[in-house]
């Protein structure tokens, strides 16, 4: 009982708080970039012609590459170049970047699979009637893509609210990282990370249920195939 008083006082869940609050942000900004880099890294990697040839190599590689490295690799990768060439770059913002380079890459992969699911008889209608491909692609696809891309998304959202715990091995205020300083002032570890796992299921939780609740809504949409 004395290790629960020790551990459950306002200052003490004030500071967790803190670093729960840090953790979303992080995953909010991370995956909202990447969702943007994502659906551009899509786009090029599905334009056409020779001359665009390196750029759709060049995205392919990124994709490739980011999908296929750890978390805490990117995040060191990018702590020592921001030490190389941006000496007092705030540590928030490094990781940040690594979380967008990551889930650019994997938004990317969803992205396109969202465009791929359309029907091809659509676009090349479309492509009939002279329609660029800008047009094309806000109007025919995407609307139907949605329903593809934003549950994978909100799945991807979780993965990344668990991953921001590697943050704090290159000092990122998070947390993970306030769990473990609360456990360094000499509270109970046992009680102190079962507290930090409580708020994780806490946070990622209601993120999996809207994946799911996405998932099944758009399901039951009709797309412009069904209206036909």
Do not use: H
């Not at 012609?49 to 980011?66: C, D, H, K, S, T």
């Not at 750890?70 to 990768?77: A, K, R, S």
């Amino acid at each position: 009982m004395q290790d629960l008083a020790a551990l459950f006082t306002l200052g003490n869940m004030q500071f967790l708080l803190r670093g729960a609050l840090m953790t979303l942000l992080l995953t909010l900004i991370g995956c909202s970039v990447g969702l943007i880099a994502g659906f551009l890294l899509a786009y090029a990697r599905g334009s056409r012609g020779m001359a665009l040839a390196p750029l759709r190599w060049a995205v392919i590689a990124f994709v490739e590459v980011f999908r296929r490295i750890p978390f805490l690799v990117t995040l060191f990768l990018v702590l020592y170049a921001a030490q190389l060439f941006i000496p007092r770059a705030p540590l928030f913002w490094v990781a940040v970047t690594s979380i967008c380079l990551l889930s650019s890459a994997y938004m990317a992969e969803i992205v396109r699979a969202g465009m791929e699911s359309v029907p091809r008889a659509q676009i090349e209608a479309a492509e009939v009637m002279n329609l660029p491909r800008w047009r094309i692609t806000a109007m025919i696809v995407m609307p139907q893509a949605w329903k593809v891309i934003l549950p994978s998304a909100v799945s991807y959202m979780v993965m990344f609210v668990k991953d921001t715990a590697l943050a704090s091995q290159a000092g990122v205020f998070e947390l993970m990282f306030a769990g473990k300083a609360l456990a360094n002032r000499g509270l109970d570890p046992f009680l102190v990370f079962a507290t930090v796992l409580f708020a994780y299921f806490i946070i990622s939780w209601p993120l999996a249920l809207l994946g799911q609740t996405l998932e099944q809504r758009l399901a039951r949409r009709p797309t412009r195939k069904d209206i036909r």
